[in-house]
Protein backbone atom coordinates (compact mmCIF):
# COMPACT_ATOMS: atom_id res chain seq x y z
CA UNK A 1 0.00 0.00 0.00
CA UNK A 2 1.65 3.53 -0.52
CA UNK A 3 0.04 7.32 -0.22
CA UNK A 4 0.85 9.52 -3.15
CA UNK A 5 0.07 13.25 -1.97
CA UNK A 6 0.55 15.94 -4.74
CA UNK A 7 -0.10 19.04 -5.52
CA UNK A 8 2.23 21.41 -3.14
CA UNK A 9 4.01 24.33 -3.80
CA UNK A 10 4.00 27.96 -3.98
CA UNK A 11 0.75 30.32 -3.57
CA UNK A 12 -0.01 33.84 -2.45
CA UNK A 13 -1.46 34.31 0.78
CA UNK A 14 -5.25 34.80 -0.09
CA UNK A 15 -5.04 32.61 -2.85
CA UNK A 16 -6.16 28.34 -3.76
CA UNK A 17 -4.58 25.42 -3.86
CA UNK A 18 -5.48 21.95 -3.69
CA UNK A 19 -3.84 18.86 -2.89
CA UNK A 20 -4.60 15.41 -3.32
CA UNK A 21 -3.45 12.22 -1.79
CA UNK A 22 -4.17 8.49 -3.66
CA UNK A 23 -3.86 5.23 -2.26
CA UNK A 24 -3.06 2.88 -4.16
CA UNK A 25 -2.16 -1.19 -3.78
CA UNK A 26 -3.92 -3.85 -2.30
CA UNK A 27 -6.85 -1.91 0.23
CA UNK A 28 -9.52 -4.20 1.69
CA UNK A 29 -11.04 -1.10 3.20
CA UNK A 30 -10.31 2.59 4.50
CA UNK A 31 -11.40 3.46 7.73
CA UNK A 32 -10.19 7.14 7.91
CA UNK A 33 -8.09 9.74 5.85
CA UNK A 34 -6.21 12.39 6.79
CA UNK A 35 -4.11 15.69 6.35
CA UNK A 36 -1.15 16.99 8.61
CA UNK A 37 1.43 19.38 8.78
CA UNK A 38 4.93 19.74 10.35
CA UNK A 39 6.30 23.44 10.35
CA UNK A 40 9.82 24.16 10.66
CA UNK A 41 10.55 23.92 14.27
CA UNK A 42 7.23 22.82 15.41
CA UNK A 43 5.16 19.60 15.95
CA UNK A 44 3.55 17.72 13.43
CA UNK A 45 -0.58 18.80 13.40
CA UNK A 46 -3.49 17.18 12.24
CA UNK A 47 -5.20 19.63 9.61
CA UNK A 48 -8.35 17.57 8.50
CA UNK A 49 -9.65 14.07 8.48
CA UNK A 50 -12.66 12.62 7.01
CA UNK A 51 -13.96 9.05 8.22
CA UNK A 52 -15.41 6.14 5.95
CA UNK A 53 -18.75 7.62 6.49
CA UNK A 54 -17.63 11.09 5.27
CA UNK A 55 -17.35 12.93 8.26
CA UNK A 56 -14.72 15.46 8.74
CA UNK A 57 -13.23 17.36 11.14
CA UNK A 58 -10.60 20.05 10.83
CA UNK A 59 -8.25 21.85 13.15
CA UNK A 60 -9.53 24.98 14.18
CA UNK A 61 -7.00 27.30 12.67
CA UNK A 62 -7.79 26.20 9.24
CA UNK A 63 -11.71 25.97 9.73
CA UNK A 64 -13.70 27.83 7.46
CA UNK A 65 -10.86 28.03 5.10
CA UNK A 66 -9.81 24.62 4.55
CA UNK A 67 -12.38 21.39 2.65
CA UNK A 68 -11.41 18.01 2.44
CA UNK A 69 -13.24 15.74 0.72
CA UNK A 70 -12.90 12.31 -0.63
CA UNK A 71 -13.55 9.98 -4.20
CA UNK A 72 -13.75 6.57 -2.79
CA UNK A 73 -14.03 4.84 -6.13
CA UNK A 74 -10.47 5.94 -6.64
CA UNK A 75 -9.38 5.76 -2.95
CA UNK A 76 -8.17 9.60 -3.39
CA UNK A 77 -8.94 12.43 -0.82
CA UNK A 78 -8.49 16.13 -1.34
CA UNK A 79 -7.56 19.40 0.62
CA UNK A 80 -8.69 22.41 -0.86
CA UNK A 81 -6.97 25.57 0.89
CA UNK A 82 -8.46 28.51 0.42
CA UNK A 83 -7.15 31.96 1.95
CA UNK A 84 -3.98 30.71 3.09
CA UNK A 85 -1.69 32.40 5.36
CA UNK A 86 2.23 32.21 5.79
CA UNK A 87 1.10 30.24 8.80
CA UNK A 88 0.20 27.55 6.98
CA UNK A 89 3.66 27.27 5.15
CA UNK A 90 4.40 23.57 5.88
CA UNK A 91 5.01 20.23 4.68
CA UNK A 92 1.74 18.44 4.40
CA UNK A 93 1.30 14.88 5.00
CA UNK A 94 -0.98 12.71 3.82
CA UNK A 95 -2.37 9.71 6.62
CA UNK A 96 -4.71 6.54 6.31
CA UNK A 97 -6.02 3.88 8.65
CA UNK A 98 -6.66 0.92 6.26
CA UNK A 99 -6.60 -2.59 6.34
CA UNK A 100 -4.68 -4.09 3.37
CA UNK A 101 -4.86 -7.20 1.32
CA UNK A 102 -7.79 -9.42 2.92
CA UNK A 103 -8.79 -7.83 5.39
CA UNK A 104 -7.03 -8.30 9.12
CA UNK A 105 -5.65 -5.80 11.67
CA UNK A 106 -6.08 -1.65 10.80
CA UNK A 107 -2.32 -0.17 10.12
CA UNK A 108 -1.25 3.35 9.80
CA UNK A 109 0.00 4.27 6.29
CA UNK A 110 1.92 7.93 5.78
CA UNK A 111 2.66 9.31 2.51
CA UNK A 112 5.79 11.41 1.64
CA UNK A 113 4.82 14.57 2.06
CA UNK A 114 4.35 17.82 -0.13
CA UNK A 115 5.49 20.97 0.63
CA UNK A 116 3.57 23.91 0.63
CA UNK A 117 5.07 27.37 0.84
CA UNK A 118 2.42 30.34 1.50
CA UNK A 119 4.47 33.66 0.29
CA UNK A 120 4.02 37.01 -2.08
Known amino acids: VQLQASGGGLVQPGGSLRLSCAAS????????MAWYRQAPGKQRELVAS???????NYADSVKGRFTMSRDTAKNTVYLQMDSPTPEDTAVYYC???????????????WGQGTQVTVSS
Open 95 to 109: HAVLRAGTGGEWRLY
Open 25 to 32: GSIFSINV
Open 50 to 56: ITSGGRT
